[in-house]
């Protein structure tokens, strides 16, 4: 017995629409420029996580892990609980992209090289790797003038 097909609706209406017949987006290479075009990183106070990765060339899942390890780097996040990244969020993500892609750091190490440096100077340094000693003999001395002066007022 042969089947016959349902004459109830043409066969154009009863096939479910195709995802082709939406535009695609364009997927973006993964060559794709490190550094976003300067009004769109200045022109937003917030930016989201799917616009930081396109800005800085992370993916999602690694600023995430990145938020994981690095416990400082945790952006705000808005009432629906959306990660909402600021200017300064995304300079971090660069530093610490360098440091871990580009200098070959370990997480250890990058966390150990910021903590020593502290993350607003790494931020000013244009290139950690040159020669950056931090002088902690002039560091304490500086340290005791100020204790000894902070002793002297009171």
Known sequence: MQRQPSRSAPASARRS???SA??????QPADAPDEAPAD???????FR????SRITGVKAHVLRY???EFRWMAPAKSRSQQRLYRQRDIEVIRLLKRLLHEQRFTIAGAR???RELG???ALEAPQLDLGLEIDHVGRYKRIREEL???KQLL
């Open 40 to 46: 769109e990183a200045t022109a937003k106070r917030y």
């Open 112 to 114: 150990k090289r910021l």
């Open 22 to 27: 939406t535009p695609k987006r364009a997927k």
């Open 66 to 68: 990145w938020e994981s």
């Open 119 to 121: 993350v607003a100077k």
């Open 49 to 52: 996580i799917g616009e930081v």
């Open 17 to 19: 629409p195709s995802r």
């Open 148 to 150: 000894e002066a902070i």
